[in-house]
């Protein structure tokens, strides 16, 4: 549940090369962007190359995504640009530029928001919208709860995933969804505390899905700060690999690591980064409905 890697607050080796795909012109001290190794990034295009064509592309990603996700959100044209150009100032604004398309994943953490909206992100060209659902992000007001941090976030085996053991909590709820659901771990961030004198402390940001009675809550504000999604989101982007980049860099320079599923689908240009973004509304959309009014409801 919580913010970027060793360059925050200058702590820890300097970052190494981008990694291929990305150009870091414009390095920013303690921003949030998340480093790659370069030379692994390379060694790992270059070993995939002659199988990349036969990948899945954007096109099956999509059709992949209005087939299996549910429940899914019937965002307009116009917000679908919107949040693509918001992801690519994100990415500049971090100091990162790509050269090579790759998946993202862009959440608007706004109380009124509460979206995930999944995109294949070109170097030179606009950004391709494949899909979006409700999340849930932190909810304010709660001790031990966090504001869902914004920013870039690097996807990185610094914080490696686990999967769901599905067991409950006290409350008897599976905080991290049924067993064998990934949860994806963005390190330790520095987020508004939802208590006491709302100053930032330090959260461990988090993708993961949630317990499967809580899924009709999501487009609401409930986590600690981690980002809830729908348990089929989860598994589209775990199935194709779309975050994965670095994880696939080391499967292929070394044993996979165990996170990674043998039955995987890995599409052709995996990316590493999730987006998290405020819109500021003060209104919800009629895109994002209440989580009463998803049942069912395809774009």
């Given at each position: ?91 500049e604004t971090a100091g990162i530029f790509l050269i090579a398309p790759q998946y993202v994943l862009v959440v608007d953490r706004n109380p009124n928001a509460q979206a ?76 508004r505390k939802g208590w006491g004198d709302g100053q930032a402390g330090t959260m461990r940001l988090q993708l993961h899905s949630t317990d499967p009675i809580l899924e ?84």
């Amino acid at each position: 549940m919580a913010i970027l890697r060793w360059t925050r607050n200058s702590l820890g080796p300097p970052a190494p090369a981008p990694p291929r795909g990305e150009s870091r012109l414009r390095p920013r001290r303690g921003g949030r962007t998340a480093r790659a190794c370069g030379a692994a990034a390379l060694a790992w295009a270059a070993a995939i190359a002659p199988a990349a064509a036969a990948r899945p592309g954007p096109q099956e990603v999509a059709a992949a995504y209005q087939a299996d996700v549910r429940p899914q959100l019937a965002v307009p044209q116009a917000e679908q640009s919107r949040y693509g150009d918001l992801a690519r100032r994100a990415l500049e604004t971090a100091g990162i530029f790509l050269i090579a398309p790759q998946y993202v994943l862009v959440v608007d953490r706004n109380p009124n928001a509460q979206a995930a909206l999944l995109y294949w992100l070109p170097a030179d060209a606009p950004a391709r919208y494949l899909g979006a659902a409700p999340v849930s992000t932190g909810r304010l007001g709660e001790f031990d709860h966090f504001e869902t941090p914004t920013g870039v976030f690097g996807h990185s085996l610094d914080n490696p995933d686990f999967r769901a053991e599905g067991t409950k909590n006290a409350n008897g709820i599976r905080g991290y969804g049924i067993k064998g659901e990934r949860v994806y771990d963005f390190g330790w961030q520095q987020a508004r505390k939802g208590w006491g004198d709302g100053q930032a402390g330090t959260m461990r940001l988090q993708l993961h899905s949630t317990d499967p009675i809580l899924e009709k809550r999501l487009g609401t504000v409930q986590s600690k700060g981690c980002i809830r999604i729908p348990s089929s989101l989860n598994r589209l982007i775990d199935r194709y690999g779309l975050l994965d980049a670095d994880y696939e860099i080391a499967a292929q320079r070394e044993r996979p690591p165990w996170v990674l599923r043998t039955d995987r689908t890995t599409a052709g240009g995996v990316g590493r980064y999730l987006i998290i973004v405020d819109t500021g509304r003060d209104r919800r959309p009629e895109w994002s409905p209440p989580p009463s009014s998803q049942k069912d409801r395809q774009p």
